[in-house]
C-alpha cells in the first residue's frame, strides 16, 4: 500500500494573553492507503488538537503534513471529518442532510448525487430518506453523519469520538457499522477515542500518546489472525486482551 499520510516532526502550542500552552511535540507518523488508524492518550493531551491540524483548521508551528505527496493546504485537501455529535438539521430530511456538504460545495452532479443513492442504498438509509432526523435511531443518524461525509468522497477520514454520544450498546453495534462501511468503501481513516476497547477493535494500528504536551509513545499494529473478524468479534478473540494491556500499561507507566 502506498503511504497516503506523512506527519513528519510536528509541534504546536496554543498561545493566550497568559503565556503558551505546549499541545503537541515532534509528532511522526504515517498512514498508508486504506489503513485505519487509532490514537489514544490521557484527557487533554492534544489529540483533538492533532485531528484539526491533519484536517488543515490550523497550521502546525513546526514540522510538515503531506497529504498524497503535497503539503496540506486549507481549502484544497479533500478531507471528511465526523465529528462527536451528528448535527443533523431537524428541519432537512435525512437526504437533504446527507446532500448538504455536496450543495455547499456546488457539487450536485448527476455522479455525486448518484453515488449519495447508493451509499444510502447500501447502508439502510434510502426507506428513510424522506424522514426527519429525529425519526431515526441513534445509529442510523451515525450511519447518515458518516454518509453526509462519504458523499464527498473523501481521501482522509477523521473520526474525533463519534461514538462517545451513543449508550453502550448502540455504540457497540455503530462501530460495526461504521467500519464496515469504510472498509467496503476502502477508505483511510483516522480515530480519536478515550475508550481502549474502541480503538483496537477497529484499528490496523494504535498510537499511544503521552501526557501534553504529547508525544508518540506507542506505535501498536493490532494484527489478528481472522482479518475478517467485525470490531464486536474483535473482542472476543485471543490477541484483543494482549494488545489492550500493553495499551494500558503503557499509558499508566508515564502517569
Known amino acids: 500500500m502506498d503511504t497516503l499520510l506523512s506527519v513528519s516532526h510536528v509541534s504546536y502550542s496554543y498561545h493566550t494573553l497568559s503565556g503558551e500552552t505546549p499541545a503537541l511535540s515532534d509528532i511522526t507518523f504515517s498512514v498508508k492507503e486504506g489503513e485505519f488508524l487509532s490514537i489514544v ?21 513546526s514540522g510538515t503534513i503531506i497529504l498524497r505527496g503535497k503539503p ?9 471529518y465526523m465529528l462527536q455529535k451528528d448535527h ?24 455525486y448525487l448518484h453515488h449519495v443513492n447508493q451509499l444510502m442504498e447500501a447502508y439502510g438509509l434510502w426507506a428513510f430518506r424522506n424522514s426527519r432526523p429525529s425519526e ?19 481521501e482522509l477520514l477523521l473520526l474525533d469520538e463519534p461514538f ?28 480519536v477515542t478515550h475508550d481502549l476497547s474502541e480503538a483496537i477493535s477497529m484499528a490496523d ?5 503521552s501526557r501534553r504536551p ?32 500493553q495499551i494500558w500499561k503503557e499509558l499508566n507507566h508515564h502517569e
Open 41 to 61: 492518550g490521557p484527557s487533554g493531551c492534544g489529540k483533538s488538537t492533532l485531528l484539526s491540524l491533519l484536517a488543515s483548521l490550523m497550521e502546525p508551528e
Open 72 to 80: 496540506l493546504a486549507p481549502h484544497t485537501a479533500n478531507i471528511g
Open 136 to 154: 431515526l435511531s441513534g445509529g442510523m443518524r451515525q450511519r447518515a453523519a458518516l454518509i453526509r461525509t462519504l458523499a464527498l468522497d473523501p
Open 214 to 245: 504529547a508525544t508518540i509513545h506507542l506505535d501498536l499494529p493490532t494484527i489478528f489472525e481472522d482479518q475478517t473478524l467485525s470490531p464486536m468479534n474483535r473482542r472476543q478473540a485471543p490477541e484483543f486482551q494482549g494488545y489492550f494491556n
Open 205 to 209: 494500528r494504535v498510537l499511544v500518546l
Open 164 to 191: 462517545s454520544a451513543l449508550d453502550y450498546q448502540t455504540r457497540l453495534t455503530v462501530c460495526d457499522d461504521v467500519r464496515q462501511i469504510i472498509r467496503q468503501e476502502k477508505k483511510t481513516a483516522i480515530l
Open 88 to 111: 443533523l438539521f431537524e428541519w432537512r430530511t435525512v437526504y437533504r442532510n446527507i446532500v448538504l456538504g455536496l450543495e455547499i460545495q456546488k457539487k450536485m452532479t448527476p455522479a
